[in-house]
């Protein structure tokens, strides 16, 4: 199928406000698969969260140590809504990164539940790695997160300075001492300070060993090769949102929710010529806000479609037909209801 097919795929969009379905389900996670092979003496896995304000570069650590793209990444904040989990595998180890959304003083319902996954996450992983963005000296949204991640007792905490890329060796000395001293400040106990830029892969692999040393010794749990979770379907609906963020103005990124209806391979396809059908709806909570999605004569639509139909063949290696329908859910965000059906 041509771009040019796709993208005509990509204009389709309901003109008509709409109600979620009553029956509508939110997506679930898939078990880790029982493995059937002993591990070698010495090997290590377990949980690690990568936790901090919006946009310090989570997502982009966590794509960048499992090696592919398994988070949302956005110049937009508050971009993660759901918690992702990528499988690092190595020899001697199996890290398996949690990425949650950043911790942010919420003023919606979504925003509120957002933070009880986030503290639920810190309380059950085995290492919380900070995130601390090199470009910005730590302030008072840094110091409310440490302090709440200080109410965790037995979870081991690291700090992690983000995108040193950005800046001199002499300013990150100073983010450096400024990390230290915060948790000094809020009686937390950093096992490790380490900087890293993800972009750049400088330290990422320092990091990764890092995190490693501090899982227990235990069994592999996921399969070798298997490196996120996260059904493709949630993974589809994360990518199709991550094209909708960029370019758009400032107060519709928390507007956007994305539900992929329908997802499957084509029947009646020759083997060696699979396609892919997704059908998927984008939630805005005002006609406005549509419009704006939409563009004129529905051309950011078509290029939203384009960005993430090319994503998705991407990280599931099958050409993709993609189906785009706008729709609003008016003030989704505040509504318990609504947010239930959009799988929050």
């Given at each position: ?11 389709h969009?309901d003109l008509e ?6 029956d ?5 996670g ?9 591990a070698?003496?010495?090997?290590r896995?377990g ?13 982009t650590?966590t ?13 937009k ?5 759901t918690?992702?989990r990528g499988v690092l ?16 003083r ?8 957002l ?6 996450t810190w ?5 919380v790695a900070?995130?601390?963005p ?7 949204g ?6 709440e991640?200080?109410?965790v007792r037995?979870?081991t ?5 983000t995108?040193?890329d950005l800046?001199?060796p002499e300013q990150?000395?100073e ?10 400040e ?6 490790e300070?380490?900087?890293v830029?993800a972009?750049a ?7 990764a060993?890092?995190l490693?040393?501090l899982l227990?010794e235990g069994p592999?749990l ?6 996120t ?9 994360e ?11 400032d ?5 956007i929710?994305?539900?992929v209806?329908e ?5 009646d396809?020759?083997?060696d010529k699979p396609?892919l059908?997704i ?12 419009g704006?999605?939409?563009?004129h004569?529905g ?8 960005a993430?139909?090319k994503q ?8 993709v ?15 318990p ?7 929050f």
């Amino acid at each position: 199928m041509t771009d040019e097919q796709h993208d005509q795929a990509d204009e389709h969009d309901d003109l008509e406000d709409e109600d979620l379905d009553e029956d509508e389900l939110a997506l679930a996670g898939v078990a880790p698969a029982i493995m059937s092979w002993s591990a070698p003496e010495g090997f290590r896995s377990g949980f690690a969260s990568f936790v901090g304000r919006p946009n310090v570069g989570k997502s982009t650590l966590t794509n960048a140590l499992v090696g592919t793209k398994v988070a949302i990444t956005s110049s937009k904040p508050q971009t993660t809504r759901t918690v992702v989990r990528g499988v690092l595998h190595r020899d001697d180890a199996q890290l398996i990164l949690v990425d949650t959304p950043g911790l942010h003083r919420p003023r919606t319902l979504l925003g509120e539940r957002l933070n009880d996954l986030v503290r639920t996450t810190w309380a059950e992983v085995d290492v919380v790695a900070v995130c601390f963005p090199a470009d910005e000296k730590p302030g008072p949204g840094d110091r409310f997160l440490v302090k709440e991640l200080a109410k965790v007792r037995r979870t081991t905490k690291i700090a992690v300075a983000t995108k040193t890329d950005l800046v001199t060796p002499e300013q990150l000395a100073e983010h450096l001492l400024a990390i230290a001293e915060l948790g000094r400040e809020t009686g937390t106990e950093w096992a490790e300070v380490v900087p890293v830029s993800a972009v750049a892969g400088d330290q990422v692999g320092l990091l990764a060993d890092l995190l490693v040393g501090l899982l227990p010794e235990g069994p592999p749990l996921y399969p070798d090769g298997h490196l996120t979770d996260t059904p493709e379907a949630v993974i589809a609906a994360e990518l199709i949102r991550e094209a909708a963020l960029e370019g758009v103005r400032d107060e519709l990124p928390h507007s956007i929710a994305v539900v992929v209806e329908e997802m499957g391979l084509r029947e009646d396809r020759p083997e060696d010529k699979p396609l892919l059908d997704i059908y998927a709806n984008v939630y805005v909570e005002r006609d406005s806000q549509k419009g704006i999605l939409i563009g004129h004569k529905g051309s950011r639509l078509r290029a939203v479609g384009t960005a993430s139909r090319k994503q998705i063949e991407a990280m599931l290696g099958t050409p993709v037909y993609l189906d785009l329908h706008v729709k609003v859910a008016k003030d989704w965000q505040r509504d318990p209801r609504q947010l239930r059906k959009l799988g929050f």
